[in-house]
């Protein structure tokens, strides 16, 4: 489980063919991944992988080719800067919102505009996950937890202060450009117990 909440970024060191998938090393030393336990999940750019082969420089993980076809990793280039976040221990803070990790579609950037020192950016998202996204409600963009401004059909738009723009990769994206988009956990069970009572 994790927050939304970055804390720091990789940069992709070395990607391999394995089992179908992917392996892939990622350099991330001001993260101190030599102090996690193999095994420990960290959210990659959203998505939660599970942490190989850790050393002081960084660690490895196994992508595959589910994760490869349905998330933005399957375009990731070596030395690619990318959001990673530690899996929350007891008594940890929670200061965005319940992250999964588990990435529900792509989002496509359709503009990024100033407001004053922020920048407001809107996504375009595919119309089956459309409903789950709700004015002042939480989403996660690439593993950023962020609050929506505004919802307009398939489309929504969000706020990123200048902290949010200058530290996570957000602050790269372009128009065109896909991001993970995993909707709000609560959003999601909620929309099944509906179906399980014939209510949607």
């Not at 994790?2 to 990607?15: C, L, N, S």
């Not at 190989?52 to 933005?72: I, K, M, P, V, Y």
């Not at 065109?176 to 995993?182: A, C, K, S």
């Amino acid at each position: 489980m994790f927050t939304g909440i970055v804390q720091g970024t990789g940069t992709v060191a070395h990607i391999e063919p394995a089992d179908q998938g992917v392996r892939m090393r990622i350099r991330c030393p001001d993260l101190k991944p030599n102090e996690w336990a193999e095994g420990d999940s960290v959210s990659v750019a959203g998505c939660c992988l599970t942490a190989l082969a850790l050393n002081a420089e960084g660690f490895s993980a196994d992508l595959s080719g589910e994760t490869l076809a349905r998330t933005s990793l399957g375009k990731l280039q070596l030395d690619d800067r990318i959001n990673l976040e530690p899996a929350l221990a007891v008594g940890d803070r929670l200061g965005g919102h319940l992250v999964t990790g588990h990435v529900d579609g792509l989002a496509d950037v359709t503009a990024v505009e100033p407001a004053g020192e922020s920048r407001v950016l809107r996504f375009r998202v595919p119309q089956d996950l459309a409903r789950f996204v709700a004015e002042k409600g939480s989403v996660t963009l690439d593993g950023v937890s962020l609050t929506v401004n505004t919802v307009a059909i398939n489309e929504f738009e969000v706020n990123l202060i200048p902290h949010t723009w200058q530290t996570t990769t957000l602050g790269q994206l372009v128009l065109g450009d896909r991001v993970n988009l995993e909707i709000d956990l609560l959003a999601r069970y909620l929309d099944r117990l509906l179906q399980q009572r014939g209510l949607t």
